[in-house]
């Protein structure tokens, strides 16, 4: 039987434990950033590209949520690595109305490629509702300067590797039939779409290998042994990491750098350090 005093000493536990989970999910983890080191396969490869790095940076969320000191500390890092193409997987920002203040203070510290630094929009990129085209216009504009190319449904080269930029899912403007018009199927590409959705819409025919994607953030919590609650998906199945698809595609989805409100448990924030080689 319990008594009185076991009681409080256990109830005392268990406070003391959520209470340092609290803190933890909400101080420690969200800025606890872990840097991802994998290789990337990629078919007809240039032999110039194997062996050299591709970065990828997905959902910043530059904002009032996400600390800006922890988002350029962010950046050191991967700058200190020296990568040679960097790529950014859409939501650069969460809008509020003195955003701009921040886009320009903070990406103009952006880590880019020593041969490349290509980026495409999420669907925080153009406001309230996905709607503002103008806005998203803006983000374009304000990170040109800062080395960063934004593609929009177009392709990209950089030294014989073509990086396929799709448009938004939620801002509809997701048109594989464009971005792919050019395509040469006959040499190395990698896809850019913020949206995993994306992949199991139509219009991806000829399109084969990796596609790099965020959005999911991972769920940004996940209980031991168990899928995240809450995803913003309709394919429950992509949550993070490495995907096979049909088509002799592979998708790779981020956990993200940013948040949307200040917590994380067990989903760290990710930037992933590809290794390029030849399938």
């Keep these: 039987m319990m008594t009185r005093r076991t009681f409080l000493r256990t109830a005392a536990t268990a406070t003391i434990g959520g209470a340092t989970t609290g803190l933890y999910t909400w101080q420690i983890e969200p800025h606890r950033l872990e840097i991802v080191q994998r290789e990337l396969p990629i078919r007809n490869l240039p032999s110039s590209l194997a062996g050299r790095s591709l970065v990828q940076i997905s959902d910043v969320h530059v904002g009032r949520q996400v600390d800006d000191d922890y988002v350029r500390t962010t950046f050191r890092r991967v700058a200190d690595l020296r990568p040679d193409i960097v790529v950014f997987t859409g939501d650069f920002i969460s809008y509020h109305e003195r955003v701009f203040e921040q886009v320009s203070n903070i990406y103009r510290h952006f880590p880019t490629g020593r041969i490349g630094t290509f980026a495409i929009l999420g669907n925080h990129d153009y406001g309230p509702h996905w709607t503002d ?5 803006r983000i374009v ?7 960063i190319t934004v ?4 392709i990209a080269e950089v030294e014989g590797l073509q990086i396929v930029g799709f448009g938004e899912l939620w801002a509809k403007l997701f048109h594989p039939e464009d971005a792919l018009s050019t395509l040469d199927t006959r040499r190395a590409a990698i896809g850019l779409t913020h949206n995993p959705d994306t992949v199991d819409d139509r219009g991806w025919d000829g399109f084969e290998g990796w596609i790099l994607s965020g959005h999911t953030h991972g769920g940004q919590c996940k209980p031991p042994f168990l899928p995240p609650p809450l995803l913003p998906v309709e394919n429950r199945r ?11 595609r592979r998708l790779y989805i981020s956990r993200g750098v940013g948040h949307l409100l200040q917590v994380r448990f ?14």
């Design 151 to 154: 593609l929009s449904n177009r």
């Design 133 to 137: 085209s103008k806005l998203a216009e």
């Design 141 to 147: 504009d304000t990170v040109r300067p800062f080395g």
């Design 266 to 279: 067990n989903v760290r924030p990710e930037v992933t350090v590809f290794e390029m080689r030849s399938a």
């Design 238 to 248: 992509y949550t993070s990491g490495e995907f096979n698809l049909t088509g002799n």
